[in-house]
């Protein structure tokens, strides 16, 4: 298994395959226009696509191109998805760096149960900052997502919904105050008529604090 540095190259070499098969589902990507797109030499580019091919993550034709296997589709599916959670995150804090260049940065420490876990802290969003699509999780983390009610702010949550408190992010002084209000990972809430309802009783916390907040809605 390729690790370290090599494997960033191929993780981004195969995030570029995923953005040209994103504007042009199916059609072959030449050596010239990834060696562009990636700033490298076309024998760099050559080099790499060969190898990516060679391992089954590329389809490539000699003079026409290359294009994602079933393999490498999946594989720049995830890495585009880390790659645009991680500008939704940044965009959250208050980060006043460079959003893309850091993201492409931090796809790379992500693995399943960071990508899980950011996912839903961020209550699983579907578009990025810039308002491109998310690609959808793999069924490996999609399976701890779905199927169980949809990830939101508390902040965001509608009138007459349910569910539970799923990750808090706050100072140890805003949990104790919380804490006395029962509200804590795994409990119930209730949403009607503007008003939280935790263990039957209507919580007052503010818009700032209850967008700290992730829940889990039932349907």
């Known amino acids: 298994m390729v690790t370290g540095h090599f494997q960033e190259f191929e993780d981004e070499y195969l995030e570029a395959f995923y953005e040209f098969h994103e504007r042009k ?21 050559t080099e ?5 091919a060679k391992n089954g993550f590329l389809d490539y034709a000699p003079y026409k191109g290359a294009m994602l296997t079933e393999t490498g589709l999946e ?10 959670l991680a500008e939704v995150l940044l965009s959250r804090l208050p980060f006043d760096g460079d959003v893309h260049e ?13 990508e899980l876990c950011i996912s839903k802290f961020l209550g699983n969003p579907t578009v990025d900052p810039s308002g491109r699509n998310i690609p959808p999780a793999n069924a490996r983390i999609s399976s701890k997502l779905e199927g169980t009610g949809d990830m939101k702010f508390l902040s965001d949550v509608e009138d007459d919904s349910s569910g539970e408190f799923e ?53």
């Open 25 to 45: 589902p199916g059609q072959r990507v030449r050596n010239g226009d990834i060696a562009k797109y990636l700033n490298v030499s076309p024998a760099s580019a």
């Open 48 to 52: 790499m696509v060969q190898r990516l």
């Open 75 to 84: 594989h720049g599916m995830m890495m585009k998805r880390r790659h645009r």
């Open 102 to 114: 850091t993201a492409c940065r931090l796809e790379h420490a992500f693995n399943d149960d960071l």
């Open 167 to 219: 990750i808090i992010v706050l100072t140890e002084e805003e949990k104790e105050l919380l804490s006395t209000l029962g509200i804590e990972s795994g409990n119930h809430f209730v949403k009607t008529n503007g008003d939280t309802l935790v263990n039957g009783q209507i919580i007052d916390i503010s818009r700032e604090l209850a967008s700290k907040i992730v829940v889990r809605v039932q349907h």
